[in-house]
């Protein structure tokens, strides 16, 4: 297969959380098209067991989507920043809860037909509260805990239940790594 080969980009949006450039490309048949890319920063997922083995969720108010949904924390990873101390800084942001131990557990492309933009995975060990959340000014987060990954299981994939595809990937592949313990 052949990559699209980039004739000229142009930035369409300048905003800090949809920047959208405007690409003409070349396609492999010779054809040039327009092709719009969100130009995202990456984002970061913590999964969180805490010390007595519960798992931390959030309901969050998502105005995308006009909706509350139930996830685990999340957030954009600022620039020059590596997604492990994102991770930290997100959860304690978040919910006021520290990690003990953070594992990388994946990374998956957030949408790869119109965006750059990567979830990167994470499961925190014996997480504990530390403090109270520091929320940003959009944010409308209440976190609750559910008994383990089962159960978190059992809640996320409940068609009443109102969550993100990224939430979805980070219960299989937390489920997956603690299978693997």
């Not at 003409?24 to 969180?48: C, Q, R, S, Y």
């Amino acid at each position: 297969m052949k990559k699209f080969k980039i004739l000229s980009r142009e930035k369409v949006l300048d905003s800090q959380w949809c920047p959208i450039e405007k690409q003409i490309v070349e396609l492999p048949n010779g054809k040039e098209t327009e092709w719009f890319v969100h130009m995202n920063a990456d984002a970061v997922i913590v999964v969180p067991i805490l010390k007595n083995g519960n798992i931390l969720l959030q309901k969050n108010y998502k105005h995308g989507c006009g909706e509350c949904i139930t996830e685990f924390c999340a957030g954009m990873i600022d620039k020059g920043e590596s997604p492990e101390k994102c991770a930290h800084r997100e959860f304690l942001e978040e919910t006021g809860f520290q990690t003990k131990k953070l594992v990388k557990i994946g990374e998956v492309f957030a949408n790869p037909t119109g965006s750059i933009m990567k979830y990167h995975f994470f499961l925190g060990f014996d997480c504990e509260k530390i403090a109270n959340p520091q929320q940003e000014e959009s944010e409308q987060i209440e976190v609750f805990e559910v008994e383990n990954l089962k159960a978190a299981h059992e809640l996320l994939t409940n068609s009443n239940t109102k969550t993100s595809s990224a939430t979805l990937t980070a219960l299989l592949l937390a489920q997956k790594r603690v299978d693997n313990l």
